[in-house]
């Protein structure tokens, strides 16, 4: 349990602090630099501002190349809680956005803001809210994550976040602690901007609440301390406390054990022991961002070391190169046996390999020592076991044990020795009689541990991703299964109900198709029986035919003689002449009824005749492609022969008998015309009888017109039925072979 509230303040108030574990004193060096005021410097031709300066995630661009920017206008945003964004130090165009070389000790290059600033430094409308304790806290703290600030004394955890805990927070501790050796940023910012710096201070309360707010600034910066001590007089909440100077006082969980005796636990924050804790240059950014408006686009930051001609503190821009900061502070190569320059104090800080490092939201100083002040390390000894190292560690780890984990990259032996409780403070390293640069090695084992997590959440993400995948697909498939076999069981369930009824329909359909086989054959063979009848009788038909329209040629040549024959006769005297005038007309008559007969005779045959040549044509097709024998085919072939013959008989004979008939007309009207005087010697009455005669003759002839037309279309009716009887036939019995095949 750690101590209670109460004998913290009671403790305090008699002046007495607690100790944290060991720690080291090197030589300060301080009074190189803080002996002048913060100047400022010219702005530099181009600025390369890192997208990401912070613990978290970086933000989205929102500038393209070519964009004209103003001073403090936002570069990115991000809607994420772990995300602030970076602004503009300057006004001025985006020249490149991309790689460049960044404040890392390994000089990787990260993503950068090219800006080619112009002479205006034309600010943004800035926004302030100087009512800030009317305003809804919630506004507060997004107008501090809005101005882009996090931790200014080197960890760089977003602010926003700190000033929002779900915790209740007792102590809120302002660090103007500043251990290490050469840097004084701190200092002079305490001593110029007290006053800003308790305006942040007054925001940090109104957002959470503290019990006590302790302003921690180490014993040798007493102008420092008498400034916060006039600047916090008039809130008996604040306590400016100094404490001893011993490095690292100002790591935080060290200045935590110091002032309250509480220990933050491992992997926890400082608010698992109810404390807060803010840096000095990031109250005075707060207070900038509320009361002013201005997002954090610059810093103090040190140019120290006897390499310098003009060591001092500037306000130095959000990303300004390393080598515009060595020229305004007139960097003396010669001072050096080999040119170095350090991001950071000489403890926990790195040599810079390009000048065109920029100045990022962490970097607090510019070391440029000479040979006197830094000597080079010496080659690397093996270790003595001397245990100096672990006597000088400030978070009571075992270094020796790391270093030789970390060196075999047993890293999770390395862990098991709490190695990410290290500080990189560099005591360690301080006191190694055999110059090891030991956090070298646990930074190296830090970060191979930190890639093979990356890569192991990666790993797991991905499996998780195929895992997740395999299960949908799964849950698809069967899914998929289940729809189908309802399908199939409510099929089989609509089968068995209409089971019966398709039975029966089944059957009966079957019994159909039987029947009408059965019925396809008897017609077919009904069908042969009548084509082999009339290939038998066609001979004898057409010959029939035949003779009958030569016997109807002779009767019409017949009629035609006995007409002229009679209009052309004389009579010798009237009353002779009267008996025959009455025998002719009824002569004639019979002639005509006769040549009607014989025509209707003639068109029955001929209606018989074409009957019998279809069904011989079927029965014929019928034999072609289902033939019994040679002897068949040659028989049919041999009648078909007879009947030609017979015809062209036929044919010839009555041509003949119309020409002897044409002959003897001509003798008979010779005969009747030399009576000229019998037809002069004829009475009247013989004349009327004459005139009589042609009229009943015309109407005889128009009757038996008639009669012949209704002959020849009951004919055609008959002609047309045979065609579709054979037709209908025919079908039968294709539909019969196909049935049979």
């Known amino acids: ?194 006053w800003q710096i308790r305006q942040g201070i007054d925001v940090l309360v109104h957002l959470l609440s503290p019990k006590m707010v302790i302003v921690a600034i180490e ?47 491992g992997r926890g924050l400082p608010i698992d022991v109810g404390v807060i804790m803010h840096n000095v240059g990031t109250c005075y950014a707060i207070a900038d961002a509320i009361f002013s408006g201005k997002p954090l686009i610059e810093r103090v930051v040190t140019l120290t070391g006897e390499a310098f001609k003009r060591p001092q503190n500037v306000w130095a821009p959000i990303g300004t190169p390393i080598s515009h900061l060595l020229e305004f502070g007139q960097y003396r190569e010669h001072k050096q046996r080999q040119a170095k320059v350090i991001m950071g104090g000489p403890m926990m800080g790195f040599d810079v390999i390009n000048a065109d490092v920029p100045v990022v939201k962490i970097t607090n100083c510019i070391l440029a020592p000479s040979a006197a002040e830094v000597a080079e390390p010496g080659p690397e000894q093996p270790c003595i076991r001397c245990s100096a190292c672990a006597d000088a560690c400030p978070a009571s780890l075992l270094p020796q044990q790391l270093f030789w984990h970390s060196k075999a990259k047993e890293y999770d032996k390395a862990q098991d020795y709490n190695l990410f409780d290290c500080i990189e403070c560099g005591a360690c390293a301080y006191v190694c009689p055999s110059e090891i640069p030991l956090v070298h090695y646990y930074r190296i084992a830090k970060s191979d541990i930190r890639n093979q997590q990356h890569e192991k959440d990666q790993a797991d993400k991905a499996r998780e991703r195929f895992e997740a995948r395999k299960a949908r697909l799964e849950r698809e498939q069967k899914e998929r299964e289940e729809k189908h076999a309802k399908a199939a069981e409510a099929r089989r369930q609509a089968m068995s109900e209409k089971g019966s009824d398709a039975k029966d329909k089944i059957a009966a359909a079957l019994a159909r198709a039987k029947a009408k086989k059965q019925g396809t054959a008897s017609d077919a063979a009904s069908t042969e029986d009548a084509a082999s009848a009339s290939v038998t009788k066609t001979p004898e038909s057409s010959q029939t035919v035949k003779q009958d329209k030569v016997a109807a040629a002779i009767a019409r040549a017949k009629a035609k003689r006995a007409a002229a024959k009679a209009q052309l006769s004389e009579t010798p005297d009237a009353v002779p002449a009267q008996p025959e005038a009455q025998e002719k007309p009824s002569e004639v008559k019979k002639e005509k009824v006769a040549i009607a007969i014989a025509k209707a005779k003639a068109k029955r045959e001929a209606a018989k005749a074409a009957r019998a040549k279809e069904l011989d044509k079927q029965s014929t097709e019928t034999v072609t492609a289902e033939p019994t024998s040679k002897e068949d085919s040659k028989v049919n072939a041999k009648s078909d022969k007879d009947t030609k013959v017979a015809a062209a008989i036929a044919k010839a004979k009555a041509k003949r008998q119309l020409q002897k008939a044409q002959q003897e007309a001509p003798v008979a009207e010779g005969k009747s015309a030399p009576k000229p005087s019998s037809a ?34 009951k004919e055609k009716n008959l002609q047309a039925k045979a065609k579709r009887d054979a037709a209908k036939k025919a079908k039968l019995q294709a539909q019969s072979e196909k049935d049979e095949n």
């Open 1 to 194: 349990m750690y101590n209670q509230y109460d004998d913290i303040v009671n403790r305090l108030n008699q002046d007495r602090l607690w100790d944290f574990p060991g720690g080291v004193h090197p030589p300060e060096f301080k009074t190189l630099s803080n002996q002048k005021d913060i100047a400022r410097i010219p702005m530099p031709a181009k600025l390369y501002v890192t997208v990401k300066q912070h613990i978290g995630v970086e933000g989205n661009l929102v500038v393209e190349v070519g964009d004209r920017v103003l001073k403090g206008q936002a570069l990115t945003r991000s809607s994420n809680p772990f995300s602030v964004p970076v602004h503009a130090p300057s006004s001025g165009t985006v020249t490149h956005i991309g790689p460049h070389v960044s404040a890392h000790p390994s000089g990787i290059k990260e993503l950068s803001v090219e800006i080619s600033t112009d002479e205006f430094e034309k600010w943004i409308e800035l926004n302030p809210i100087l009512d800030y304790q009317q305003k809804p806290k919630a506004q507060i703290v997004e107008a501090i994550c809005n101005a882009g600030i996090s931790g200014m004394g080197g960890a760089g955890f977003p602010t926003h976040i700190k000033a929002s805990p779900k915790k209740d927070v007792e102590f809120l501790i302002v660090n103007g602690v500043e251990c290490e050796p050469y840097i004084s940023s701190d200092d002079r910012l305490m001593r110029e901007h007290a």
């Open 219 to 265: 014993d040798n910066k007493p102008e420092a301390i008498e400034a916060m001590q006039v600047a916090c007089q008039e809130n008996a909440k604040y306590r400016v406390v100094s404490i001893p100077t011993k490095y690292p006082a100002g790591g935080e969980k060290q200045l935590i054990q110091v002032l309250t005796n509480r220990e933050v636990p």
């Open 680 to 713: 002069k010697k004829a009475t009247k009455p013989a004349e009327s009888k004459q005139q009589e005669t042609p009229e009943l003759t015309a109407a005889q002839i128009r009757k038996q017109k008639v009669e012949a037309a209704v002959a020849k279309a």
